[in-house]
């Protein structure tokens, strides 16, 4: 399934001559991992960035503490700055987006194990979306791949 | 295989309080996906970079150009930089990349595909190993992370 995705996203991003840079939390590289399985990924992958840490989304994605503080890690906010920051760090078309809370612990009732937020920035604007995946560490870390991937074939011209 | 090294390496991040950080390109983000695959490995990985083009190598990690130019992005030299590089830049502990010719396009007489090079930095000293996989694009990338997580075990205290 992911390797079908990948290859739809593949042919569409040589076609249009696009590229996409990502930024990801709980699914800690697998999405890159995916996007660079292909071989000639190197056309339009640009950057990865695994901003696992929040000094690591501070520091390399200028996210203001202020911001993580606020609304935390796992939110919107924090989703969309991780995409349009990753896209602007390396001129790419497309920036892409995950943080989450793969689990086990890390949940709060408000944020329950599982709550993933998703971003896809592009250069006319951002979408956000919001998942709340059940099971494994590993099923959650894989859901999350395969929406965040879906997002961007999605916005793709055929 | 990788598990088993993977709880390991957990084990004695956690038991010394170190940290690490990944720099890496063929394998485009599967290194650092095997380092955040337990609970608890934000208490020890802090940043992953999939610097995968050229110009994420020199924007991210300030590998200078002519150095790529001079020696190549897979070379010993460049995979110095991407460890030490990494490691400086969020303060960790470890820096660990890899770069190299995953195929099946790519290489050449002198650098033939599944030629790899791995670099621990640690704050005394780096170690940089070359190898010389064979197999599948696939089968290159994932003995790469694996000599990669073996590096890393081999310098952890027990």
Known sequence: MPAEITRKIHARLIKSSQTVAVAESCT??????LLTSLPGSSNYFL???VTYSNKAKTKL???PDRTI???GAVSRQVAMLMASGVR???NADFGLSITGIAGPSGGTPAKPVGTVYICLSKKDGNICRKFNFRGSRREIRKGSTQKALQLLCAHLPR
Not at 28 to 33: A, C, D, P
Request: aromatic share 6%.
């Open 61 to 63: 994605l200028n996210i």
């Open 47 to 49: 950057l990865g960035l």
């Open 88 to 90: 602007k760090k390396i």
């Open 28 to 33: 800690g590289g697998g999405l890159s991992s």
């Open 69 to 71: 503080k606020k609304y």
